[in-house]
């Protein structure tokens, strides 16, 4: 990697972003499977 | 919620991100072949990640409404819906990313290129299908014409995407006398990048996709309880 040239410091950045979005869908994931679990309680 | 069941069902979206954090760091530390383009040819694992997530996209929403067809059954009608909706969020980034990159390397945003307008009409068949499911009222009626339609515009889409592009020979996008689209002249190194963002970008609109779907039919669950 080109130090010299901080692009290392771009990547960290997109790097976050990317994990950010991914703990947003993972937390919407979960969301949504309690919700179909309560459903199904509730249908029971 | 940890057991087996539930991990080999879901492993794939953690997955997708982890594919793609590889795809970025690789994407902007190897070293690529010296072309006339320079670094922007680190695009190729970006932007065409959003082309095979629309062509991903739009495979699942044709196979939706196939299955409508021969099952009926309206949850296929809405997967389908889904599938061209997060399709189209797909294509407008990945033509939003093309005009980003044209402009710095052929000097203007569009050009009058089969691959450019190609994916624009295809695009547009698929704003069509939008329109067309608004302009029908009665459900099933609509599930059944969009259906129909719906197969006809994968097909359009292959034929303007897969197809059309191939053959044409007054182009400056890469890919068309040397086979793939995507693919060009990328050395072996490029491609060990390339391939798992692809698959990355994939399996993020899938997850997408499937977040959409499983909203709707919560949704559908509780206007049916409703209505009893």
Do not use: C
């Not at chain 2, 495979?59 to 099952?71: E, G, N, P, Q």
């Not at chain 2, 547009?124 to 059944?144: G, H, I, M, T, W």
Request: proline fraction near 3%; aromatic fraction near 12%.
């Amino acid at each position: 990697m080109e130090t010299e040239n901080k692009i290392w410091v771009v990547v960290a950045v997109l790097t976050t972003i990317l994990v950010g979005i991914g703990i947003y869908l993972f937390n919407l994931d979960r969301k949504l499977t309690k919700m179909e679990r309560k459903m199904k309680e509730e249908k029971k | 919620m940890f057991n087996l069941k539930y991990i080999l069902r879901n492993f794939w979206k953690p997955l997708s991100i982890l594919l793609l954090v590889y795809a970025i760091v690789a994407g902007f530390s190897i070293s690529i072949p010296d072309t006339n383009i320079g670094d922007t040819l680190r695009n190729v694992f970006y932007h065409v990640g959003m082309w095979f997530a629309l062509l991903a996209l739009m495979t699942s929403s044709f196979i939706h409404s196939i299955r409508y067809l021969s099952k009926g059954q309206m949850i296929d009608d809405s997967k389908a819906n889904e599938g061209v909706l997060v399709g189209l969020f797909f294509g407008i980034l990945g033509i939003i990313t093309g005009m980003i990159w044209a402009t710095f390397t052929w000097g203007v945003p569009w050009t009058n290129d089969p691959h450019l307008n190609g994916a624009a009409v295809s695009l547009l068949v698929y704003f069509a299908y939008q329109v067309l499911r608004s302009a029908v009222p009665d459900a099933e009626k609509k599930a059944r014409v969009a259906a129909v339609y719906n197969i006809f515009a994968y097909i359009i889409l292959l034929v303007f995407v897969g197809i059309l592009p191939r053959l044409s020979t007054n182009t400056l996008h890469p890919g068309s006398a040397d086979g793939n689209p995507a693919f060009g002249d990328m050395d072996a190194q490029m491609r060990l990048v390339f391939y798992p963002a692809i698959l990355g970008w994939i399996l993020l609109a899938l997850w997408i996709l499937n977040l959409r779907n499983r909203a709707r039919k919560i949704e559908s669950d509780l206007q049916e309880k409703e209505m009893e």
